[in-house]
T-cell receptor
């Protein structure tokens, strides 16, 4: 296992379409995080999972966004009825999350979404 | 809510020189963690250095060190003997002690190392 992987790396879609992104964390990492990063800005937290439980969601995560981690392994982030403002890099990260506060989050390469 | 501010949008340094990147934060928590992450062009973000707020000793990792001033809520990163491979966007990030997940990032500083 060489790190966090994300698929696809790039996605171009038309406004109004639905898109789904996948994240595979580092094996045995219990925690998984989603962030959104717009050009020239720092990442913004969207949501995170402890195993399969979604424990925190940002107000940025509107009702068009849904994230799952069904078996506590990979995660998917779906955006319904995409809008041009959804264009961004979507980053996934994972951490060991075993009794550690402040443990290091390992980031994936991101999925760049462009909504036309 | 916590905020993280990086007031230097861009910095440049000559190879082998030393550069310091600034970061300030605002929080009402007493226990928290601070990080510096590096994001090279078109590559994924990696952790540079981590500081626990309850530790008074400044963290160091090889050429990277921090100056953590808890009372002033300041957390600067010093890069010594700068290398071309240090060219990247650097983000300061905060993690509250009561939150196991949510990193709050600053706006980033683009560092360019010139030969």
């Amino acid at each position: 296992d060489t790190g966090v992987s994300q698929d696809p790396r790039h996605k171009i879609t038309k406004r109004g379409q639905n898109v789904t992104f996948r994240c595979d964390p580092i094996s045995e990492h219990n925690r998984l995080y989603w962030y959104r990063q717009t050009l020239g800005q720092g990442p913004e937290f969207l949501t995170y999972f402890q195993n399969e439980a979604q424990l925190e969601k940002s107000r940025l995560l509107s009702d068009r966004f849904s994230a799952e981690r069904p078996k506590g392994s990979f995660s998917t982030l779906e955006i319904q009825r995409t809008e041009q403002g959804d264009s961004a890099m979507y980053l996934c990260a994972s951490s060991p999350g075993v009794g550690l506060a402040g443990d290091e989050q390992f980031f994936g390469p991101g999925t760049r979404l462009t909504v036309l | 809510a916590q905020t993280v501010t990086q007031s230097q949008p861009e910095m440049s340094v000559q190879e082998a020189e030393t550069v310091t990147l600034s970061c300030t934060y605002d929080t009402s928590e007493n226990n928290y963690y601070l990080f510096w992450y590096k994001q090279p062009p078109s590559r994924q973000m990696i952790l540079v250095i981590r500081q626990e707020a309850y530790k008074q000793q400044n963290a160091t990792e090889n050429r990277f060190s921090v100056n953590f001033q808890k009372a002033a809520k300041s957390f600067s990163l010093k890069i010594s003997d700068s290398q071309l491979g240090d060219t990247a966007m650097y983000f300061c990030a905060f993690l509250g002690g009561t939150s196991y997940g949510k990193l709050t990032f600053g706006q980033g500083t683009i560092l360019t190392v010139h030969p």
